[in-house]
Structure formats: structure tokens, C-alpha cells
């Protein structure tokens, strides 16, 4: 086939590519590629063409970090103008995560970058990985959408939507609050993708650093202590996941510690433990007290979106409350705003 489109892959690790061994699965540099040179379907008129490029050494996904991400981003870009789009195998854990960061990293995406896995490795008989490596593929070339996005079991997701729901399974990605973007049955259907040309125009990444952010999840006869000593410690942002819309007890002394800790500076995000809806801080008194106090509302981001994009902003040289203000504002898909 003339003018095949050039994808290139990026193997940063994970289960996809893993070899067994005595002691289960590990990972063994080459393996990856060589699994897939015996795969004659990879190379199948119809796909694109394509090159591996096998991370060393390669990470598990439990060690990502704000380093990585950052250091993905500059390989993608070295080698933007070379390819048509961009795979990226990465481990399962903390793929959601990735994917959140990296769509806020590109600043001028104008070309495909897929993250997919798999939940059992490549060169196994029942394996995933190789519907979620084929199918990413062909879609990256023949079905362009200009984010970064996740394939998983049949269905293209906007990356900074999802959340692994599946510690097992093979579905083991949700978009909550956002349809799917494809989905790939019989016909690659599209729901709600927006297929783009791709333009082979220069990518501008933004830098993305580690911050100091926490996470505390609130439960009843939780000891306040715990916050108020979380919130002494040397912290940029805290993110509450509340329950419901947003709501957290009625607490003076909850309230004075929150107070307090906002007019410091420390930036608190309010996200829902609910896996679909949106937090709405004006709908319950309760919610409405956190408002009050200076607790920024997460709306309908996933608390794997929010952390990125508090690594991201917190990264760039902003005020305080520029920053509160783009915690709520629309980046890249990543929120709905209330109607």
C-alpha cells in the first residue's frame, strides 16, 4: 500500500511486554519486539508501519513519575515530525494517570498518541494485548483523533477521563463522566471522536515537575488531628475525596483547618468517592460550608485527572489564584461544566 502512515512505539514497560519466567512474569529487553516480528498480522497490508522503541531500563508502572512523564513527552517530541502518530505501552496501574498528564504536557497535539497494555502479556495464549496493540495501531493511522487517548478491550477513551475499574479483568478502564471516543466492533464505530487530520506541525510541551500533593479520603469517625497534621507538613495541595456531590461533615474544627490551611496557600480540590457525577459544592449545606472556606471544587474530574493537573499547573510560575481558577477551567477535555 502506497503512503503508509508511520506510527512509532514507545515501550516505557509493563505486563504487555513481560516474558515468564520461574518466579512469573518479568521484564526482558527485546522481548517485546521479537514477540511481534513472529506476528504476521502486524504486518498486514492494511497497518501502518512502525517502530518500537524499547525503554532502558523499563518501568513498572507502580514506579512512574512526574520525571517520566516528562521525559516521554521529550522523546515524542524528538520524534514528532518523523511519525504519523504515537503508541505508548505503559503498565495498567497507573495508565489513567499518564494519560492525564501527558494531555496536559502537549500544549499543540495535533497528531494521535494511544496509551494501551494489556492485562496479560503479549506472547500468552489468551492474551489482550494483541487486540489492544493491533487495533491502537490501525487506529492511530487510519482513524485519527488528535488527543491522548486509551484503547482498552474494544473502546478508544479520552485519556484524562478514565480510571481503572478492573484490578483483573479485561475491562479494566471506565470514562465515567464522557462517552467513549470509538469503539471497535465489527466497524470501527465512532461515538464521540472527533477524527482530525494530522498536521505536521511542531509540538510545544510544557514542563511537569513533582510537587507536593496529597490525597485524604474521608470517612466517618475520621480524627481531624490526621488532617490538621497533613496540612502542617510542607504541602502544596491537598486533594478531599468527599462523599456524594462534594460533601464532608460539619465540623467546626474540620472547617477552621481548611480555612486556615487556604489562606496559606495550600490549594484544596474537592473530589466526589463517587465513580460517575460531579461535585456540587452548592447543593448541600455541608457542601456549601467547604465553598466557604476556600475549597476549589474538582467538578466531574477523576481524582487521577485532578492530581496530574495539580503536578502541571503547580509546575508552571503562576499565582496561587491563577491556578484555582484553571483547576476549574476546561484544559483539554478533561471537565464538564455545570449547565
Not at 117 to 124: F, K, T
Request: glycine share 8%; proline share 4%.
Amino acid at each position: 500500500m502506497a503512503n503508509k502512515k508511520r506510527i512509532y512505539i514507545a515501550y516505557t514497560g509493563g505486563t504487555i511486554g513481560m516474558k515468564p519466567s520461574q518466579n512469573g512474569f518479568v521484564p526482558v529487553a527485546g522481548y517485546l519486539s521479537e514477540t511481534i516480528s513472529n506476528m504476521p498480522e502486524f504486518y498486514h497490508d492494511d497497518m501502518p508501519e512502525f517502530e518500537i522503541h524499547e525503554y532502558e531500563p523499563l518501568i513498572d508502572s507502580a514506579d512512574i513519575s512526574p520525571q517520566a512523564w516528562q521525559g516521554l513527552a521529550e522523546d515524542i517530541q524528538q520524534k514528532y515530525q518523523d511519525f504519523d502518530g504515537f503508541i505508548i505501552l505503559h503498565g495498567t496501574d497507573t495508565m489513567s494517570y499518564s494519560a492525564s498528564a501527558l494531555s496536559f504536557i502537549f500544549e499543540s497535539l495535533s497528531k494521535p498518541v494511544i496509551i494501551t497494555g494489556s492485562q496479560i502479556p503479549l506472547s500468552q495464549l489468551r492474551s489482550d494485548a494483541r487486540a489492544n496493540l493491533l487495533n491502537s495501531l490501525y487506529i492511530a493511522a487510519h482513524y485519527p483523533i488528535n488527543e491522548v487517548c486509551i484503547f482498552f478491550n474494544n473502546q478508544l477513551f479520552r485519556g484524562n477521563r478514565t480510571t481503572k475499574q478492573h484490578a483483573d479483568g479485561f475491562s479494566a478502564f471506565v470514562s465515567p463522566n464522557y462517552p467513549i471516543l470509538l469503539e471497535a466492533g465489527i466497524e470501527i464505530k465512532n461515538v464521540a471522536g472527533k477524527k482530525q487530520k494530522t498536521v505536521n506541525t511542531r509540538l510545544t510541551i510544557g514542563k511537569i515537575e513533582k510537587q507536593s500533593i496529597a490525597i485524604l479520603h474521608l470517612f466517618p469517625g475520621l480524627d481531624w488531628q490526621v488532617l490538621d497534621n497533613l496540612l502542617k507538613s510542607p504541602l502544596q495541595a491537598l486533594v478531599l475525596l468527599t462523599y456524594g456531590v462534594g460533601n464532608a461533615q460539619q465540623d467546626p474544627q474540620l472547617l477552621n483547618t481548611l480555612k486556615e490551611a487556604s489562606e496559606r496557600g495550600i490549594l484544596i480540590v474537592n473530589c466526589s468517592q463517587c465513580l460517575k457525577g460531579s461535585v456540587n459544592m452548592e447543593g448541600y449545606a455541608t457542601g456549601h460550608a467547604l465553598s466557604e472556606v476556600g475549597v476549589i471544587s474538582g467538578l466531574d474530574m477523576t481524582t487521577e485527572t485532578v492530581i496530574a493537573k495539580l503536578h502541571y499547573l503547580l509546575s508552571q510560575d503562576l499565582a496561587v489564584n491563577v491556578i484555582k481558577e484553571l483547576l476549574t477551567t476546561d484544559l483539554r477535555g478533561e471537565l464538564s461544566k455545570p449547565a
